[in-house]
């Protein structure tokens, strides 16, 4: 099984690209670092927004990946065209503890997913690699994922349109789960059984603009 093949069957609706909260009725989006700004009055970056953020995310995906599940890792790049690569994409090398996964690694060209003028000038490369979570190092991802608009590393690096879009799709519990960057996160899923237990557990980090979408699609 592929990753569409998977989409198809258990999230027809579905498309990898940012919102997938938007796409799917059971689901939850969290806000990360709440009331933190991401600059100090003296300009200087404030880690410990970013510090928290990091916890948050690895705290969900605690929450929502067991060590042994299967996971598609994918990840969107969003590239000119005529561009011919120069830099070394930063999200499968780095973080996986066998490098011999890279052979399995599998890539398909989709059109543009944004600005429909823009089409003739750009695509979007899809990366997928079918894995276990013990395969991967998830914090350096879940942190690179955060760093997006700041000079932090880990970064994802790439010859990038956008900065890449990392998607954890855990095909053990049907899960898919999305951090955008440092202002918030996304996970879907099959069931509503699965995410109840974590929007009540972690209801301080939704939004209140949020909540009543949530609920419905919850069911609650």
């Given at each position: 099984?592929?990753?569409?093949?998977?989409?198809?069957?258990?999230?027809?609706?579905?498309?990898?690209?940012?919102?997938?909260?938007y796409q799917w009725d059971?689901?939850?989006?969290?806000?990360?670092?709440?009331?933190?700004?991401?600059?100090?009055?003296?300009?200087?970056?404030?880690?410990?927004?970013?510090?928290?953020?990091?916890?948050?995310?690895?705290?969900?995906?605690?929450?929502?990946?067991d060590q042994n599940d299967?996971?598609?890792?994918?990840?969107?790049?969003?590239?000119?065209?005529?561009?011919?690569?120069?830099?070394?994409?930063?999200?499968?090398?780095?973080?996986?503890?066998?490098?011999?996964?890279?052979?399995?690694?599998?890539?398909?060209?989709?059109?543009?997913?944004?600005?429909?003028?823009?089409?003739?000038?750009?695509?979007?490369q899809q990366f997928s690699?079918?894995?276990?979570?013990?395969?991967?190092?998830?914090?350096?991802?879940?942190?690179?994922?955060?760093?997006?608009?700041?000079?932090?590393?880990?970064?994802?690096?790439?010859?990038?349109?956008?900065?890449?879009?990392?998607?954890?799709?855990?095909?053990?519990?049907?899960?898919?789960?999305?951090?955008?960057?440092?202002?918030?996160?996304?996970?879907?899923?099959?069931?509503?059984?699965?995410?109840?237990?974590?929007?009540?557990?972690?209801?301080?980090?939704?939004?209140?603009?949020?909540?009543?979408?949530?609920?419905?699609?919850?069911?609650?």
């Amino acid at each position: 099984m592929n990753i569409m093949e998977y989409l198809n069957e258990k999230f027809p609706t579905v498309e990898l690209v940012p919102t997938v909260y938007y796409q799917w009725d059971i689901g939850i989006h969290f806000s990360l670092g709440k009331g933190i700004y991401q600059l100090r009055e003296n300009g200087e970056l404030n880690l410990e927004r970013f510090r928290i953020g990091y916890k948050q995310t690895l705290t969900i995906f605690k929450e929502l990946f067991d060590q042994n599940d299967d996971l598609f890792l994918v990840t969107n790049i969003y590239r000119q065209k005529t561009q011919q690569p120069t830099k070394k994409m930063k999200v499968y090398q780095p973080n996986l503890r066998d490098k011999n996964k890279l052979k399995q690694l599998q890539v398909k060209t989709y059109p543009y997913p944004f600005e429909e003028n823009e089409r003739e000038e750009y695509e979007m490369q899809q990366f997928s690699l079918h894995c276990k979570v013990n395969d991967i190092r998830v914090n350096g991802l879940l942190k690179a994922a955060i760093n997006e608009d700041f000079p932090l590393k880990p970064r994802f690096g790439g010859d990038s349109v956008h900065y890449p879009d990392v998607f954890f799709v855990n095909i053990t519990k049907d899960i898919i789960f999305f951090v955008y960057d440092d202002r918030g996160c996304e996970v879907i899923s099959r069931t509503a059984d699965r995410l109840r237990p974590l929007y009540e557990k972690y209801y301080d980090w939704i939004e209140g603009v949020d909540r009543e979408r949530i609920q419905k699609g919850l069911r609650m």
